[in-house]
C-alpha cells in the first residue's frame, strides 16, 4: 500500500460546502464506511508490479476477483469486530454490507445512530450543502479530525479509517466553451490523426471484439447521443454508441461532449462506456467499475482537484481500488489538471499543489501539449509535478534523476522532490472541436481532453490484442519507464522539449526538457510506437 509520506492536506476542507444549520434531523440518512486493517498491506502491490513489469514472468497474467480478495484480505476478525460494535452502539436495525473484495465494511444509518456511536469523537451531525451543485449531505462536523482520527478505541486494532463520515469532496468546476484565444491551431480528428500516425494505419480502427473503452463522469454530466452521431458524421468515424452505467440526465454538456466525443475519434470502433456518478468520489466510482460484470479495458478520467483538497486516507483508499484495476488488467488514464503547478497559500505561492487523481502512482496521467505548425509545446496549464503524497515508484527513478540533472528546476522547498513525479505522457490539449446541439459549438481546452484522445489509442491496441488471443495491456507506466531507459529518442513519439507550467501566482513552473519533464512526461503519442511498445510491435496485431 502507498503511505502518505508528505505534507498533509487539510484538515478542515469545506470545498465549497456550507453547514446550512446546526444539529440536524435524527432520521437523516448517512453511510459510513469502515477500511479494515489488512493481513498483508504489500500484498497487492506486489502483485500488481507482477503482472505489470515486462520483466516478470507473470507479465499480464492478470487477476480475477477470487485472487485480489485473498490479496486484500483484512485481518482475522476485523470484520467481525467492526459489525459486533455497530450492532451494539446502533441496534440492529442498521444496514451492514461488506464490499465486494471485503476490506470494508459499509453501514447504512441515521444522523441520530452516528450522535449515539461516536460520542466524543465529534461535535455535531450537520446539513451541509453545495449551491453549484445543489447537493446536501449529511457529515459529522469533527473540525482538526481526519478519518484516520476519527476511528473508536475499541476498533483500532480493526479498521485504519472510517470514510464517508466528515469529508466533504471537492466540486470540480464545470467546462465551459473557450471564452479567450487559446494557444495552438484548432484540433479536429483529421489534425489528430495526422499528428498521432492514425490516417493512413489499418490498426488505428477497433471493433473486432467485446473489449471496450469507458469514460468517468461526475456532477450532473449530461451527453446526448445525437451530439456525439452528428461529431461521428462529420469526420467520418465508425459508429460508436454509448451503454450507460450511472446517471446521463444532469443537464450540463460541456465535459460530457468532450470526452465522449473525442476518445471515439482515436478509440475508434472500440465499444464505450459512459460510467457515471453524482458525487465526485473517485474510491466509489473505481469500485462502481469493478463492480461491472465486464468492465471496459481502458478508462479516462477527466476530472480532478488539488491534492489539499482531499483527506489523505480518501486518496490512499481510491489509490488501492485502482491497484486492483491494474490487477485485472484494466488500463487507466487521467488529466493531469489545468494548472500548472497548482497554487497553495491565498496570497503568496507557499506550495506547488498537484491534483489528485493525477498524483496516484497506479495510473497513467496525461499533460497537455499545443500544436503550431506540425510542432507541439508544452501547455502553460499542464498539470505537473510532484505529490505530496505519494512516494516516487522505483520505476520512475531513472527518469527523474536525469531530469533532475539536467533541468533548471522550481525551489526545492515548493514541492515534495521524492514524491510520485507526473504527468507520465501528454497530447493535445488545446482548442478541441466539439459538437452541441448537432452542431459545431465551439472549442474546449485542457488535458481532459489530452486523457481521452490518449486512451482511445490503447483501447484500440487492446481490441487488436485480444483478437489475436492476447491479454490486454493492463497497468502501462512500467513498460513505458522500462522503454524510456532504453535511451532511444522519441520512443513514445515526440519528445516535448519546449515549454514551462509555471502558475500564475507562482514565480517559476517546472520546464520541459529532453526526455522526461514535470510539463510532457515522456512524451506524446505516435500510434505505431505505442503499438511496439504496448503490443511488442504490430505483427503482434495480426489477426
Known sequence: MSVYFGAAAATSLLNGWVQTGGRTATSAPMSLRFALQKDAPAALEAALMSVSDPHSPRFRSFLDDAEITKLVRPKQGAAEAVEGWVRSKMGTGVKIERSKHGEYVTVSCTAADVQHAFEGLIEDVAIFRHERSSQTVARAVAPLATPASLVPAALQDHVWAVLDFSE??????????????????????????????????PDAIGGKTETSQGVAMFEQAEFKPSDLSAFQDAYNLPHVEFQINGPNNGGYFGEASLDTQWITATGQGVPSWWIARDSFDMLAWCEQVLNMTKPPSVVSISWGSAESNYQVEHMQAGSECFQKMGAQGISVFTASGDDGTGKQGLFRCTKF?????????????????????????????????????????????????????????????????????????????????????????????GTSAASPAFAGMVAVVNDHLVAAGKPTVGFINPALYAAAESGAKDFVGFDVVSGNNKHSGCKAGFPAVEGWDAVTGLGTPMFENLKAILAGGSEDLTV
Request: glycine share 10%.
Open 168 to 201: 466533504l469532496h471537492p466540486i470540480p468546476p464545470q467546462r465551459k466553451l473557450d471564452s479567450a484565444n487559446q494557444p495552438g491551431d484548432t484540433i479536429e480528428p483529421p489534425t489528430l490523426h495526422k499528428q498521432y500516425g492514425l490516417l493512413n494505419d
Open 353 to 445: 499543489d498537484p491534483d489528485w487523481p493525477a498524483s496516484c502512482p497506479y495510473i497513467t496521467t496525461v499533460g497537455g501539449t499545443y500544436l503550431e505548425s506540425g510542432s507541439e509545446t508544452g501547455w502553460t496549464g499542464s498539470g505537473g509535478g510532484f505529490s505530496a503524497v505519494f512516494p516516487r515508484p522505483a520505476w520512475q527513478d531513472k527518469a527523474v534523476a536525469a531530469y533532475k540533472q539536467s533541468a533548471a528546476l522550481p525551489d526545492s522547498k515548493l514541492y515534495a522532490e521524492e514524491g510520485c513525479a507526473k504527468p507520465d505522457v501528454a497530447a493535445l490539449a488545446t482548442n478541441y472541436q466539439v459538437f452541441s446541439a448537432g452542431a459545431k459549438a465551439g472549442t474546449l481546452t
